[in-house]
């Protein structure tokens, strides 16, 4: 079955890009020129994705009117002859069908997705966190989708984490299907040093059945007292109905000042605008340090 729904959660709190994320959702911060919000929402688009719900939050507007005309910005383009800006600005609104819900209270992402029950109805769906950018040649929703619509089974985004990192993910047992391609057996969130399973963990993206919600509904606080995603999707492990797929492309946390910078370097060095000038930069920049 096509995947053509997406879920994009971003009413966190981003408390760990504070002062940053107390005006500016951490979803609009932008890598070089675009917000991480408008490269998750081209990703879904590249993916096949049709309909998209964005969960937002008091103070999140600002990413309703990113994805909105702006007829006064879009008059003063035309006027001044800078042809490509308007289009480039008219393109963002036309980008993807989307609707926006509100999280009444930041329970948590498996709270967040359990507000797109109405807009998901009967259908596998997929979910991209708001904050995880992830660059690659082939999008790496439509590389989980793929594997859903073989595998007729929900699906991890699942990267390799180094060990002393895992605590702040989740942990997988996996068993190898094919290269890139997992089953999933065990999944725990944050978990301690001694509930260490793997170095695999499900990051940022994933394909889920439908049937998700109903986990959703009866679920208690997990970690760090949130309804959490990875606690759901632990029972369709436990049902043998999950699998990660290994994406090949790379994440960018835009909720940890670290990944902020990354993703603003290594974009900012490939910008067609920027990208020889920075590079320049660098070179020297670098000679310092
Ligand atoms: P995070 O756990 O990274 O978001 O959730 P957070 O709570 O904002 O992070 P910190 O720890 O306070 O810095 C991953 C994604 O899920 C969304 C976030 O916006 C982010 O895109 N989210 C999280 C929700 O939509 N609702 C929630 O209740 C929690």
């Known amino acids: 079955m096509k995947i053509r729904k997406a879920v994009i959660p971003a009413a966190g709190l981003g408390t760990r890009v504070l002062p940053a994320s107390k005006s500016v959702p951490k979803e609009m911060l932008p890598i070089v020129d675009k917000p991480a919000i408008q490269y998750i929402v081209e990703e879904a688009v590249a993916s096949g994705i049709e309909e998209i719900l964005i969960i937002t939050n008091r103070g999140k507007s600002v990413m309703e009117d990113h994805f909105d005309r702006s007829p006064e910005l879009e008059e003063r383009l035309l006027a ?3 042809t490509d800006l308007y289009e480039e600005v008219i393109a963002v609104s036309r980008l993807a069908n989307i609707q926006y819900l509100r999280q009444k209270e930041t329970k948590g992402l498996g709270h967040a997705v359990a507000c797109a029950r109405t807009f998901v109805g009967d259908e596998p769906f997929a979910v991209l966190y708001g904050d995880d950018v992830i660059i690659g040649e082939i999008p790496a929703t439509r590389q989980l989708c793929e594997a859903y619509e073989k595998y007729g089974k929900g699906v991890a985004g699942v990267q390799y984490v180094p060990r002393d990192q895992i605590w702040k993910y989740c942990t997988l047992a996996v068993e ?15 978990p301690r040093d001694d509930q260490f399973i793997s170095n695999y963990a499900a990051l940022g993206r994933c394909v889920l059945p439908p049937s998700v919600f109903d986990i959703l509904d009866d679920l208690p606080p997990g970690a760090n007292g949130e309804i959490q995603l990875t606690d759901a999707m632990r029972q369709l492990a436990h049902q043998g109905r999950m699998i990660g ?10 909720g940890n000042k670290l990944g902020i910078l990354q993703a603003t370097v290594e974009v900012g060095v490939k910008h067609p605008e920027t990208g020889e000038a920075f590079r320049e930069y660098l070179k020297e920049f670098v000679k310092t340090l």
Not at 177 to 186: A, H, Q, R, T, V
């Open 80 to 82: 001044t002859n800078k």
């Open 176 to 190: 190898r299907l094919e290269e890139k391609i997992f089953s999933i057996s065990e999944m725990i969130e944050k």
């Open 245 to 254: 797929v290994e994406y090949d492309s790379k994440r960018y946390d835009m």
